[in-house]
Structures are given as structure tokens and as C-alpha cells.
């Protein structure tokens, strides 16, 4: 099967998988796995709020057992920055690291100066962001933000992606050029490896709506994990003119 057949821009339909093939995660009633290794009770306690933590020892299960799932996660339910850390904690990345791609390089740099914090780390140890022109990754790295291009490069050298044992899709949604062609990408890879004598990759969808029909298709009817909830109310302002800075 020719992974790039299902890289096509359709309109995007609503969610018609079986539902054995959605599993909306419940709240845990009662404290799952080891207690968090964070030093500073404050941080602790702001990711105990987070919805995604309260799910935290299903989603472990569901993601240790296959090889893809799709995580559908409200924007700002914590997906983005605690996912990569359930991960590592239970080592699930063995001697590679965990690679987790954004459309946008602030996203990538902030994303991985709050993850080092959280774990209380310097950027550039093990957490590390690599965006056009800057690399702060090193040997010790094993929890990676880049942006989509920058794995597309690497992608270039290593058609493979030995140096991952897990790469987080983000942001699947907004369907942007780079991250079509990386499904393509990470899917032949995932494909070589299973195939082959390497270390099967895993791969996690990550996506802010419930718009992933042609998604789990892709992936093989691959399983999707619904996170509900978010800790803050969003809001979107539209302006009434054109702006140069939207920021």
C-alpha cells in the first residue's frame, strides 16, 4: 500500500468510525500510576488540574499497546505538554527520544521552555527544541518540540527516523502542507521499521477537533482517545480590520 494515497486535502466530514474505534477516556476517581517526579509542589499541583492527567494511566495503556492512536484534546486540556512526559516517565521511549512536532517555531520554543521547567530542567538537556536556524537538543535530549519542516529535513538524511522511538503529530488538525506530507513521511517509516530489523516506531495524532474520520482511516483505523475538558474557557476575537501583528 502506497502510504502517500491518503495524503489528498478532502473537506473535512464528521466523525464516522465505529464506535469501538472511539474510546472517550473517563476521569480516574482515584490516583493512577506513581505520583509525578516534579520538585515544586506549585508545578505539581497545576498538572494534577489538567484533564489529560486525570486520564493519564488509560491513555499510558491504550498508547503502549498499539501502535497509533489519534488523541483528540479540547486546546487547553494539557495534551501538548503532558503527553511527552507520561511517555518518558514510563520510559516508553527506551534509548531514542520522543519527537513532537509543531506548525509554528514559537510554539516549539515555548512549548519546550514550559516542559523544562515542569521537569525540572534546563532547555537543552532533556528537553530540547530544534526550529530553522536554531538547535538546542543535545546527547542527554530525550523529549524533542521541532517544528514540522525540521523533521521533514531529517527526514531528508534518515528516511527512517532512527533517532525516534515515538513522534507526536500535533496540531493534525490545521492540515497545513508540511504536516500531510509528514503523515506520509512518519508512516513509511513506521512502515520500514516494522518491517525491518529496527525498533518499531509509535506514533501519537494529535488534533483540538473531533474532525478525524480521514485521519483514523489513514492510520489503519487506528484507535481514537478522547480527552474532555480544558482548564480555562477559550475564546476567539475576530478583528473587524487587517492586521500587521497579530501577536
Do not use: C
Given at each position: 500500500m502506497d502510504p502517500y494515497s491518503g495524503i489528498n486535502r478532502p473537506i473535512i466530514s464528521p466523525?464516522?468510525?465505529?464506535?469501538?474505534?472511539?474510546?472517550?477516556?473517563?476521569?480516574?476517581?482515584?490516583?493512577?500510576?506513581?505520583?509525578?517526579?516534579?520538585?515544586?509542589?506549585?508545578?505539581?499541583?497545576?498538572?494534577?488540574?489538567l484533564p489529560v492527567y486525570k486520564v493519564r494511566r488509560r491513555l499510558l495503556e491504550e498508547i503502549k499497546k498499539r501502535p497509533t492512536v489519534i488523541v483528540i484534546g479540547e486546546t487547553g486540556s494539557g495534551k501538548t505538554t503532558q503527553i511527552p512526559?507520561?511517555?518518558?516517565?514510563?520510559?516508553?521511549?527506551?534509548?531514542?527520544?520522543?519527537?513532537?512536532?509543531?506548525?509554528?517555531?514559537?510554539?516549539?520554543?515555548t512549548l519546550a521552555q514550559r516542559v523544562a521547567v515542569e521537569t525540572n530542567s534546563r532547555v537543552g538537556t532533556l528537553v530540547g527544541f530544534s526550529v530553522r536556524f536554531e538547535d538546542t537538543t543535545s546527547k542527554e535530549t530525550k523529549i524533542k518540540?521541532?517544528?514540522?519542516?525540521?523533521?521533514?529535513?531529517?527526514?531528508?538524511?534518515?528516511?527512517?527516523?532512527?533517532?525516534?522511538?515515538?513522534?507526536?503529530?500535533?496540531?493534525?488538525?490545521?492540515?497545513?502542507?508540511?504536516?500531510?506530507?509528514?503523515?506520509?513521511?512518519?508512516?513509511?517509516a513506521q512502515q520500514n521499521r516494522s518491517a525491518g530489523s529496527f525498533h518499531p516506531l509509535k506514533v501519537i495524532v494529535?488534533?483540538?477537533?473531533?474532525?478525524?474520520?480521514?485521519?483514523?482511516?489513514?492510520?489503519?483505523?487506528?484507535?481514537?482517545?478522547?480527552?474532555?475538558?480544558?482548564?480555562?474557557?477559550?475564546?476567539?476575537?475576530n478583528t473587524q480590520e487587517p492586521q500587521e501583528d497579530y501577536l
Amino acid at each position: 500500500m502506497d502510504p502517500y494515497s491518503g495524503i489528498n486535502r478532502p473537506i473535512i466530514s464528521p466523525l464516522k468510525r465505529p464506535p469501538s474505534k472511539i474510546n472517550f477516556l473517563i476521569d480516574a476517581k482515584k490516583p493512577n500510576l506513581e505520583p509525578l517526579k516534579v520538585l515544586h509542589p506549585h508545578i505539581l499541583q497545576s498538572r494534577q488540574k489538567l484533564p489529560v492527567y486525570k486520564v493519564r494511566r488509560r491513555l499510558l495503556e491504550e498508547i503502549k499497546k498499539r501502535p497509533t492512536v489519534i488523541v483528540i484534546g479540547e486546546t487547553g486540556s494539557g495534551k501538548t505538554t503532558q503527553i511527552p512526559q507520561f511517555v518518558h516517565e514510563i520510559g516508553l521511549q527506551g534509548d531514542k527520544m520522543i519527537g513532537i512536532t509543531q506548525p509554528r517555531r514559537v510554539a516549539a520554543i515555548t512549548l519546550a521552555q514550559r516542559v523544562a521547567v515542569e521537569t525540572n530542567s534546563r532547555v537543552g538537556t532533556l528537553v530540547g527544541f530544534s526550529v530553522r536556524f536554531e538547535d538546542t537538543t543535545s546527547k542527554e535530549t530525550k523529549i524533542k518540540f521541532l517544528t514540522d519542516g525540521m523533521l521533514l529535513r531529517e527526514a531528508l538524511l534518515d528516511e527512517n527516523l532512527t533517532a525516534y522511538n515515538l513522534i507526536i503529530l500535533d496540531e493534525a488538525h490545521e492540515r497545513t502542507v508540511h504536516t500531510d506530507v509528514l503523515f506520509g513521511i512518519v508512516k513509511k517509516a513506521q512502515q520500514n521499521r516494522s518491517a525491518g530489523s529496527f525498533h518499531p516506531l509509535k506514533v501519537i495524532v494529535m488534533s483540538a477537533t473531533m474532525d478525524v474520520d480521514h485521519f483514523s482511516q489513514y492510520w489503519n483505523d487506528a484507535q481514537v482517545l478522547v480527552v474532555e475538558g480544558r482548564t480555562y474557557p477559550v475564546a476567539i476575537h475576530n478583528t473587524q480590520e487587517p492586521q500587521e501583528d497579530y501577536l
